[in-house]
């Protein structure tokens, strides 16, 4: 499939590093005029942004103010906004008892609060032409997970964000869908996991081990494969694609991966 995005203006959060970074390149690789958010900017990007012409902009999404700073000079360069990205997403690995109210409301904050606050500033300049709203959520979203219960309490309501925000602004024709991402290798978040445990090897080991289709392939996805996905779903392609939970996970959502032969 042929995807030219010439024309349109396309923003993202949590973009310098990882999955966002990815998603960023892959929308301005194919045309699209592209700006990103996020709370801490790299310079080692400079050049591959550069590259690619993308604006970056210091954004924390949990900032109302910050959120329509981004919004608004993305509007102001471009004059329109057609692709929404959000991405910019915390995570934590504790059980109830244990987590502190500034916990919950950090990972709530960062993983729905911003979501929340990225679609209410974009939507009202995505109307009446329409638009697409692609929201990064997780396999935690679709089948909750025991060691880190809050960060799938978080995905899980992204995933229900999704579908109402399709519901809702059908009407506008703004479609909106969500990407449901597995273990993916080279993103902060896997990447602090793996700092932090006693063994990286073994825990790489884990992490692919728990996905049918990883544990088949020998490896964890890539930014890449999350950002085609996101290409897609930005296209025209997927003019009647709306309220979707795209699952890249390895299967690692349907369950426990069936004992591989000896």
């Not at 103010?65 to 906004?81: D, E, P, R, W």
């Not at 978040?189 to 932090?196: G, P, T, V």
């Amino acid at each position: 499939m042929t995807v030219d995005l010439t024309g349109r203006t396309a923003v993202v959060t949590g973009g310098s590093a990882g999955i966002g970074r990815a998603i960023a390149c892959m929308l301005a690789s194919h045309g699209a005029d592209t700006y990103i958010g996020d709370r801490q900017l790299d310079a080692s990007n400079d050049e591959l942004f550069a590259k690619w012409n993308i604006t970056s902009r210091e954004c924390d999404v949990t900032d109302e103010a910050n959120v329509n700073g981004l919004i608004n000079h993305a509007i102001t360069a471009s004059g329109k906004l057609d692709i929404l990205v959000n991405n910019a997403g915390v995570g934590l690995e504790k059980q109830i008892p244990d987590v502190s109210l500034d916990e919950w409301e950090h990972v709530i904050g960062v993983n729905v609060t911003g979501i929340f606050l990225c679609c209410k500033h974009a939507i009202p300049f995505m109307k009446p032409a329409g638009g697409s709203i692609i929201n990064i959520a997780s396999n935690a979203g679709v089948l909750p997970r025991a060691h880190d219960p809050v960060y799938s309490i978080s995905k899980g309501s992204v995933v229900a964000l999704t579908k109402s925000l399709a519901l809702c602004h059908s009407v506008d024709k703004i479609r909106v869908n969500a990407i449901c991402p597995g273990p993916v290798a080279d993103t902060n978040m896997i990447n602090e996991q793996l700092d932090a445990a006693s063994d990286r090897d073994t825990a790489i080991e884990g992490l692919i081990n728990a996905s049918p289709l990883a544990q088949s392939y020998r490896r964890m996805g890539t930014p890449d494969e999350i950002a085609k996905a996101a290409l897609y779903l930005a296209s025209d392609a997927t003019e009647m694609v709306t309220g979707t939970i795209l699952a890249i996970d390895g299967g690692k959502s349907l369950g426990v991966p069936p004992k591989r032969a000896a």
